[in-house]
């Protein structure tokens, strides 16, 4: 006997929430299946927190910090919710729409327990996507991981740092301090 795994459109998604089934559970739908979320140790918390505050302050009217707020990826039947998104300043556009590939900068995702999921599945997502850099900050060894160059296959660029400084593709004028990033 085969088995098959039922998987759901984006829309099956929102109905989902909408009707209150996955109310008090943290989720994300990561093409077509939903995903229990792990929870954020003390860590986590202040490490992106610190860095979605810095994020902000360096880049003030240039983008929107969005913090554990779902971004819509609507090739890959994905909505994931990672730790900091960059995105463009849509305004009340996202009263209507989480943003969509074409709307992002970069992601961030700050990874302990769920570092498997975010250098795994994804790096695979995103990069498939478009999403043209994605970060992760491995809470384990304290190094940022930084992708570039997605393709459908994945990302083509992977670079590792612990120190030092780091220039956001979208705006080179930016310099991002890892140690900040790093929660030092």
Request: with cysteine.
């Amino acid at each position: 006997m085969t088995l098959t795994t039922a998987k759901w459109s984006i829309e099956d998604y929102h109905r989902m929430i909408a009707s209150g089934i996955l109310a008090g559970r943290q989720v994300e739908l990561l093409s077509g299946e939903i995903i229990e979320m792990s929870p954020e140790g003390e860590s986590h918390a202040y490490c992106s927190d610190e860095a979605g505050e810095y994020l902000i302050y360096l880049l003030g009217n240039k983008a929107k910090v969005r913090q554990a707020k779902p971004i819509t990826l609507p090739d890959s039947n994905s909505e994931p919710e990672p730790d900091i998104a960059i995105a463009q300043r849509l305004g009340q556009n996202y009263r209507k729409h989480h943003p969509y590939p074409e709307n992002i900068f970069w992601l961030i995702e700050y990874s302990d327990s769920s570092l498997t999921k975010d250098l795994e599945v994804k790096t695979k997502i995103y990069a498939a996507a478009g999403i043209p850099e994605y970060w992760v900050i491995n809470l384990r060894t304290m190094q940022l991981i930084i992708f570039r160059e997605p393709t459908a296959e994945g990302y083509q660029s992977q670079e590792i740092l612990t120190q030092g400084s780091i220039t956001p593709l979208a705006f080179p004028e930016i310099t991002v301090s890892i140690p900040k990033l790093l929660g030092n």
